[in-house]
């Protein structure tokens, strides 16, 4: 273990956060043809520094297999679609963005969000390292830079004139291997009085709410306040204010500003946050070597519900092919004896097979067709929208299952 060093700050990883066994890439989709092939299968074992207290994984695949043909579109979320939107239109009001201004998005997938600063009539710029994505937002008029983004990246940008007023990046922290190198590059592309904000899962909701399922391969690192801030601060970033926001299961929104050159004072909202993570002791390395035996016992509840439901003669399927239901599957070993099948509204997952499992991917409408007794919600973070999408099930008595923090069967 201790061969293992942090990321951030380069002291060896001693202490296990949660370890989940040996799992295939989360978004490694199978095509039928390969169903008998040999499957790659990659340690999900994830370590807390002792000194900085960042929850990382270590790097088992290069960014360029796993990113680089991405089966992952942000367009097929309606909900966070209009979160974007809204996101867009706070952005524009707060810091009076007009056509002047250059917002650059870091992530960018298919232009779910740069596309309302666009039709704001404010200059866009993705950058995004999956060409396949890319190629979406470059139909709805984005320019897009094919990349992945790091310091050198950044001062090629610079070069052809591209400097942020407001640079943006959602869920891509968590996704970044060399995070100082990252960090570097966003203090690179950020204009001297530019404002960047992040968003990224809270981990002190994964925590609370054992959210396990959203560790995978792809994310490298899970994020405390305290943290984030720490990364930041040693890449001379000044965090300056902070949204606690409801996305995927409760998420931080941070606003950003060149330690030597920013205006904006500080917010009592990071006070208070602070004080947050304080009391629920995450300064220290107790609670996170505690979390393990809960997450042990959420599994334990989630197979006794499905064996029993099993047991019942009930045919249970599933609804999303979200990377982190390839979590929850694998590491619970549910399989198609369990779940039949699921579904997805993204065209590029149906007809695939779910890495690992085996589990088949059909469109939605196939839930009407076959009719099963309990539909399970893996992307559980939507379970809204989808309840709303799928009220169908209804029909013949169906219920919604959620796993996450707890079984629950929906009303």
């Known amino acids: 273990m201790t061969s293992v060093r942090c990321r951030f700050c380069v002291s060896p990883l001693r202490h296990t956060f949660l370890d989940l066994g040996m799992s295939p890439l989360a978004n490694s989709y199978l095509r039928p043809e390969n169903l008998h092939r040999m499957e790659p299968f990659y340690p999900l074992h994830v370590f807390v520094c002792e000194r900085c207290l960042l929850v990382q994984l270590d790097t088992f695949e290069a960014p360029e297999h796993i990113f680089t043909d991405y089966a992952y579109f942000s367009s097929y979320s309606k909900s966070w679609v209009e979160h974007a939107r809204r996101y867009s239109e ?22 779910y969000l740069l596309q309302h600063f666009l039709a704001a009539g404010i200059t866009v710029l993705g950058v995004d390292p999956a060409a396949n994505v890319a190629q979406v937002a470059v139909k709805k ?18 070069a052809k004139g591209k400097q942020a007023d407001l640079l943006v990046g959602n869920n891509v922290l ?44 792809e994310h490298f690192s899970y994020f405390s306040f305290a943290t984030v801030e720490r990364v930041f601060s040693a890449h001379q970033l000044r965090i300056f204010d902070v949204d606690r926001i409801l996305t995927h299961g409760g998420s931080l929104r941070i606003y950003a500003q060149r330690a030597a050159e920013g205006e904006h004072p ?26 393990s035996p809960r997450v042990e016992r959420s599994k334990q509840d989630l197979l006794a519900f499905l064996i029993e439901a099993k047991y019942q003669g009930k045919l249970i399927a599933g609804y999303g092919a979200p990377a982190k239901g390839n979590t929850l599957l694998n590491y619970c070993g549910i399989r198609r004896d369990f779940l039949e099948y699921t579904v997805d509204r993204n065209p590029h997952k149906q007809g695939l097979f779910l890495p690992g499992t085996h589990i088949p991917v059909y469109p939605p409408e196939h839930i009407r067709e076959t009719k099963p007794d309990l539909v399970l919600i893996l992307p559980w ?31």
């Open 174 to 217: 968590a996704q970044v291997p060399n995070l100082n190198d990252f960090v570097r590059g966003l203090h690179v592309l950020l204009k001297p009085h530019g404002v960047l904000t992040m968003e990224f899962p809270h981990l002190f909701h994964l925590m609370e709410k054992n959210q396990y399922d959203t560790i995978y391969h």
């Open 90 to 111: 706070a952005m524009i009001r707060r810091f009076n963005l007009g056509p002047e201004h250059l917002v650059v998005e870091v992530g960018s997938n298919d232009g």
């Open 266 to 291: 500080i917010s009592s909202r990071i006070a208070d946050l602070r004080k947050v993570e304080h009391e629920a002791g995450l300064d220290d390395l107790r609670p996170y070597l505690a979390f």
């Open 141 to 158: 008029g984005i320019p897009t830079e094919v990349l992945f983004f790091s310091e050198s990246n950044a001062r090629i940008l610079n």
């Open 381 to 411: 973070n939507l379970q809204e929208e989808i309840v709303e999408q799928m009220s169908a099930v209804h029909e013949w008595g169906g219920r919604f299952v959620v796993p996450m923090p707890e079984v629950r069967v929906l009303p």
